[in-house]
């Protein structure tokens, strides 16, 4: 049963629909075919949101460099989506808006964005699939010209190339948010032939990994399976608990060199980790995004939630065992394969809730559940070809 504040939410969006989508006949609109003949020469896309977003967006960046290899592409992300798109070779300029610091009044975000417009792009795209109308009023603001959108919630009246993505008031096509982008600009006659998310490390990110990896006692070559046990919302995390007694099984049975990654602001998840292994891990803690990205590159295996650094595994073509709790499944899955995902479908998922008081589909999510994924993967893998792998506790 919905609640009070679901309804009133629903009410708004479909008022706002009906109410912007109405000015729609004031508005004149293009297609692919009218840019057949534009020289496309500067190109912005709008990618605001979090890490698994822009991971998922990075097939986009190679297919309009292969449409128009003489164009400069600009990237407009926040300080910590970043890092995500760093020595992308598809990727010409990365503009920086961080909201919370440098343009935290009025003032400096409007010389900001005026900036911005003053650069005259040809065409602006916003991949955003959701009601928030932030970015597509940065997209009118600063697209003279042509400027792609979804249809969603009445957002398609800022842009003047629209796709109707069908996912309002609810998705009744369940496609992959890879998918969804690559839709998006195939309306300018774009045709995305690598879909693979993608990253790229330079060779000294790579070797400053190797050190760091030599510095806790491990070698490149070692099998190390790496655990994450932070999302970027509480009731997307699996029990750290149980994280821990998979990481005591596996140093146990395999005697496997098992790694622990968490960010900055992760010092709680940690230590809470820590207070309930018999095995410890070795550390890896307060790295930056990109020293996180080069090390999970050396990881056979890697353990987490469906969160950012999962997204980034599947940019790395890093194998990986996830949990899912409240997140729409057919849009988040990890793309690609050598995926398992450990989901159970209850009453009120996908509910998309940030915090949850009974936390029950990610409860149901047993160790023995997680342990057994795990141990589908060795076998698959072939990660440990010298043991005879069978699942116990």
């Known amino acids: 049963m919905k609640s009070r504040n679901e309804i009133i939410g629903r009410l708004y969006l479909r008022l706002r629909n009906i109410a912007l989508r109405s000015l729609l006949l004031f508005t004149k609109a293009y297609s692919s075919e009218d840019l057949s003949g534009v020289d496309i020469r500067e190109i912005l896309v709008i990618k605001l949101d979090r890490i698994g977003d822009m991971v998922m967006a990075t097939p986009i960046f190679r297919a309009l460099k292969e449409k128009w290899p003489n ?30 610091n440098k343009y935290k ?20 795209i916003d991949p955003y699939l959701d009601y928030e109308l932030k970015t597509s009023f940065i997209t009118r603001f600063v697209g003279n010209k042509f400027r792609l959108g979804f249809e969603f919630a009445g957002r398609e009246i800022f842009y003047n190339i629209r796709h109707p993505a069908k996912a309002f008031p609810v998705f009744t096509e369940e496609k992959h948010t890879v998918d969804f982008y690559s839709d998006l600009i195939s309306c300018l006659g774009v045709k995305a032939d690598r879909q693979q998310p993608e990253i790229f490390l330079t060779s000294d990110e ?11 006692g491990l070698w490149p070559e070692d099998k190390i399976i790496g655990i994450h046990p932070g999302a970027h919302y509480e009731s997307q995390r699996w029990p750290v608990k149980r994280f821990a007694a998979v990481s005591d099984y596996l140093k146990t049975r395999y005697n496997v060199n098992v790694i622990l990654c968490t960010g900055p602001e992760e010092n709680h998840l940690l230590s809470e980790f820590i207070n309930y292994t018999d095995e410890s891990p070795i550390v890896f803690e307060n790295m930056d995004q990109r020293q996180f990205m080069s090390v999970l590159s050396y990881c056979k295996l890697f353990l987490c939630n469906n969160s950012g650094p999962l997204h980034i595994a599947t940019a790395l073509n890093i194998p990986t065992v996830s ?15 050598d995926h398992i995902v450990l989901r159970k479908d209850v009453d009120c998922s996908p509910c998309k ?23 589908r993967q060795i076998r698959v893998l072939d990660i440990f070809p010298s043991s005879k792998s069978s699942f116990r506790v």
């Open 105 to 124: 009044s009025f003032n400096s975000r409007l010389i900001f964005f005026r900036d911005i417009r003053g650069r005259e792009f040809d065409l602006v």
């Open 323 to 337: 949990t899912m709790g409240p997140t729409i499944p057919f849009l988040w899955w990890p793309y690609g394969k």
């Open 353 to 375: 809730h940030g915090i949850c008081k009974t936390h029950e589909c990610m409860e149901l999510i047993t160790t023995e559940d997680f342990i057994e994924a795990v141990e």
């Open 71 to 100: 164009a400069q592409i600009s990237v407009l992300a926040n300080p910590i989506n970043k890092n995500v798109i760093i020595n992308n070779p598809f990727i010409n300029c990365i503009l920086v808006y961080d909201r919370e």
């Open 206 to 216: 790579k070797e400053a990994a190797c050190q760091l990896l030599k510095s806790k």
